[in-house]
DNA sequence: TAACTATTTATAATAATTATAATTTGACAC
DNA sequence: GTGTCAAATTATAATTATTATAAATAGTTA
């Protein structure tokens, strides 16, 4: 945790920005959340917990300024809220989702999985990748498990009515 | 253009709604510009000019009404206005976009191209795809023109300067 | 024609985000 | 240490996109 800190503060600072005391607790809140998907509305009542003085618009400044330092990524899932994610270390691409369509489950796929992919669109199109955005939309493992339960169960409903 | 507003008329009736003159006309307006990735606001106006009475409300009604039923397809590049988008006729899935970052054009991708990825994801993590956003943000044919042309102009100014 | 339902209009409300002005903080020169 | 300055923050207002509501309209069926 403090390492990431640290190498978070060296990037602000290569490009003249401070670590603020809001900006940290900001991301400390990231880091321990890192495996959801927050909004900016959620950061702010996290942090608060931290920082209780925190404006709303400097979590929002603060995520900005993540997101231009690619040390967050801002995603929209089409639910009208923004929602910031942070980057793997080291990683050069956005992680993938697969959001579930029964449950709204989102899930992290850090696998790269499209270089062919790239390849493919920086030959055939002439379009210089650079990043990229991929959610797949279905039904999570768990939704489908409980769909086939409830077939079985209708199936034996059915079962006891013709018998 | 016809034939494909009969279409949509078929399948809004095969759900029970009516293609009104308000849902005609933003029909027709997301036809002849298929190739814009248009928001409601940019909808509105242009159908204004078709039916000046028409409210925005019914507007975004018909744009979610026609998502609903996979006729166009709701996406947000991360501007925070959410952008509607014609479906290809037959097409089963939602085709993938080319976004520049620098001069902010939005190419079309028509082809699959996630056939093999999709099966890992299935097999792999369990998930069911029904559907995908694909996105590749980068530097389009243009502008990667545009940008080797000024290297060029800037090594011509070297030389001059050197000899 | 009357009654009914779906749809639309006009408007208000909400929700997310951004802008503004005043205040605070922290770094650096003296 | 004190004064100065720029960057950052706070509190609040404004803006923008979107959705909800109530009244009016249109089209359909009895």
Redesign the pocket.
């Known amino acids: 945790m403090e390492h990431r800190i640290e190498r978070i503060k060296k990037q ?1 600072h290569a490009q ?3 670590l ?4 940290e607790a ?1 991301v400390r809140v990231l880091l321990e959340r890192e495996e959801d998907h927050l ?3 959620d950061v702010y009542l996290l942090v608060k917990e931290k ?1 209780p ?13 993540l997101s231009e330092l690619k040390i967050v990524d ?1 995603i ?1 899932f089409g ?5 910031y994610d942070l980057r793997k270390e080291g990683a050069t691409h956005f992680h993938h989702h697969l959001v579930c369509m029964e449950c709204g489950s989102v899930e992290e796929i850090d696998e790269d999985l499209l270089e062919d992919v790239e390849k493919i669109v920086q030959t055939d199109w002439g379009f210089k990748v650079k990043d990229h955005r991929l959610t797949f939309h279905g039904i999570c493992r768990v939704c489908q498990a409980a769909e086939k339960e409830e077939d079985l169960e209708a199936a034996a409903v059915q079962v006891n009515r013709t018998s």
């Open positions: 602000l003249s920005y401070k603020t005391p809001q900006r900001t909004s900016a509305e920082a003085e925190i404006g709303l618009a400097t979590v929002y400044r603060t995520l900005e300024l801002k929209n639910d009208g809220v923004s929602r």
